[in-house]
T-cell receptor, first 116, second 110 residues
Framework: DTGVSQDPRHKITKRGQNVTFRCDPI?????LYWYRQTLGQGPEFLTY????????KSRLLSDRFSAERPKGSFSTLEIQRTEQGDSAMYLC??????????????FGPGTRLTVT | SQQGEEDPQALSIQEGENATMNCSYK?????LQWYRQNSGRGLVHLIL?????REKHSGRLRVTLDTSKKSSSLLITASRAADTASYFC??????????FGPGTRLSVLP
């Protein structure tokens, strides 16, 4: 068990470009979450997967954001046409869990996105 | 989903002192979790307390839960510089996802 890993750790991009982040969860965890965090704030929920099914998306998540989890393993989060307001830390977390249950989450180190 | 509100927003103490931070929430919960975030280790789960539990201990951490007052507290005893971090509570309704508040920023001074 090597924990949750995220790649890249840092990404600088120009406004209007597309970016994609990857998250590898703890192998036996069937749930995977994405959060966004800005300075001085707590993590803001974006979306989550139970195995390969995307079960919930935040209303705050615009249509420029899309996430996938093919085969229920790793996940990718893509942001299209980035805006300066997208600059933030993007956190991934995983947990075990049955649908409806609530378990402790294990977080990755995050990907820091800077949009110039 | 509901957000926990941590209080105080910031806390400074001397090494060796105890630190207490509080969390309030609005509706019934299945469990409540506390997390810590510092620059070195990212966001880490500290403790989970279920709605039918009143107190839980883990090392130097003590968490209480009062469901009648819809509040929880986290006590860190004999604080160390390494406890300097932001602390978040997450009140979890059954089947709902996490909503983190702004957290309590704890500074432990040597």
């Amino acid at each position: 068990d090597t924990g949750v890993s995220q790649d890249p750790r840092h990404k600088i991009t120009k406004r209007g470009q597309n970016v994609t982040f990857r998250c590898d969860p703890i192998s036996e965890h069937n749930r995977l979450y994405w959060y966004r965090q800005t300075l001085g704030q707590g993590p803001e929920f974006l979306t989550y997967f139970q195995n390969e099914a995307q079960l919930e998306k935040s209303r705050l998540l615009s249509d420029r954001f899309s996430a996938e989890r093919p085969k229920g393993s790793f996940s990718t989060l893509e942001i299209q046409r980035t805006e300066q307001g997208d600059s933030a830390m993007y956190l991934c977390a995983s947990s075990r869990g049955l649908v409806g249950g609530s378990y402790e989450q294990y977080f990755g180190p995050g990907t820091r996105l800077t949009v110039t | 989903s509901q957000q926990g509100e941590e209080d105080p927003q910031a806390l400074s103490i001397q090494e060796g002192e105890n630190a207490t931070m509080n969390c309030s929430y609005k509706t019934s919960i299945n469990n409540l979790q506390w997390y810590r975030q510092n620059s070195g280790r990212g966001l880490v789960h500290l403790i989970l307390i279920r709605s039918n539990e009143r107190e839980k201990h883990s090392g130097r951490l003590r968490v209480t839960l009062d469901t009648s007052k819809k509040s929880s507290s986290l006590l860190i005893t004999a604080s160390r510089a390494a406890d300097t971090a932001s602390y978040f509570c997450a009140p979890i309704e059954y089947g709902q996802n996490f909503v983190f508040g702004p957290g309590t920023r704890l500074s432990v001074l040597p």
